[in-house]
Structures are given as C-alpha cells and as structure tokens.
C-alpha cells in the first residue's frame, strides 16, 4: 500500500508501520473483517492515543514485570484499533444493535466482575455516550443499571436455590460490601435479601 502523507510545519514525520496476521479458527473461509490495510488517524480514539504513549513511555523497560507490561499496552491498543476497525461503519441499524448484543452477552459473562460505563463503552470501541444511547435505544436500560439488574436476577436465583451467606452471595455477583448489595437488592424486589430466603 503507498503511503501518501505531507508534512505541514517544522515538526519531523515520524509513523510505525504495524504487520499482523490472525489466526483463523474454525471456518477456514472466514477472514476478519481487517484483513486489509488501513490507517489510523491521529486523534481517532482518545484511548488509543492515550495507550501509545504509554507504550512509547515503556518501551525500554527492563525486566520480566515491565516487559509484560509493554506486552499488555501493545495487546490493549491491537484490540482497540482492531475493535474500532470491525465497527468502523457503525452508524447503520444492524451494526449498532450488533454491538450492543455483543455488550449484552459480555456482561452477562462478567457481570461478577468490576463493570464501568466507560469500560464497556471501550471495550466495544464507542465514546460513553454513544455507547450508553445505543444500549438504552436497544435494550430499554442504561447500561449500569442493565448490570445492576442482571446482578440482582442471578442473586435471586442463588437466594432461592440454597442458604448461602448474605455476604457469598454478594460477593459472587461483584459486590464486596454485603450492606450495598441488601440495599441494591431491596431497592429492587422490595425486600431484604435474609428475607427474600424464606419466601
């Protein structure tokens, strides 16, 4: 591919040249939508830009801990770049709520875990906002209060299959204080977890 750029000012043109390959599973006829060059314009993702200095600031790091370092910036960025390339020409009906159902399914798998709107907002390579409008304009909920509820339903469900601790129970659907999670959950069913056992 030729590259086609024009320096502007006294600044020194200074780009990296980036080669991958992906591996393919399964279906040998289905290649990845980036199988092809593109360019990453400067500016295009704050979070990018954001995790190559980071990677520049750490490139030279000695030793095994900072090695794996560099490791995980340069894995973050190829899986922003490579994210943001899938959904590029977001914007369309199906490719939106594509997104979304893909958020959907991640926090039911990792709902137990620390969830933020601007990570889920990252994760599927759109800004908070634009992310939080598509998850609500396709699933009716803002997208903490999507995780808040299916945290809730699964606690309920270990509520009633078994007499597990209040505070197990919390901590196996993310809440490490016990009395957030008996207010969380009375706000939603109406009553306290201890009671909601006995039902």
Do not use: W
């Not at 704050?46 to 520049?56: D, F, G, S, Y």
């Not at 922003?80 to 958020?103: F, M």
């Amino acid at each position: 591919m030729q590259l086609d750029s024009r320096v502007i000012g006294q600044s020194e043109f200074e780009y990296y040249s980036l080669f991958y390959r992906l591996d393919k599973v399964g279906d040998q006829n289905s290649g990845h939508e980036c199988d092809s060059h593109f360019k990453l314009e400067p500016g295009a993702s704050p979070r990018v830009r954001e995790l190559l200095a980071l990677l520049h600031q750490n490139a030279h790091t000695l030793g095994g801990i900072g090695k794996l370092r560099v490791k995980e910036l340069f894995l973050s960025i190829m899986h922003q770049v490579l994210v943001g390339c899938k959904y590029r020409e977001s914007g369309s009906y199906d490719t939106s709520k594509k997104v979304i159902e893909e958020a959907v399914a991640y926090i039911n798998g990792h709902y137990m875990n620390p969830l933020t709107l601007d990570e889920l907002a990252e994760l599927h390579a759109m800004s908070s906002k634009r992310f939080s409008y598509f998850f609500h304009k396709y699933t009716g909920f803002r997208p903490i209060d999507y995780v808040i509820h299916y945290r809730m339903e699964r606690a309920s469900e270990l509520l009633q299959a078994g007499h597990f601790p209040i505070r197990d129970v919390a901590v196996s659907v993310g809440y490490t204080n016990p009395l957030y999670f008996s207010r969380v959950f009375k706000k939603k069913f109406g009553v306290s977890p201890s009671a909601y056992t006995h039902n």
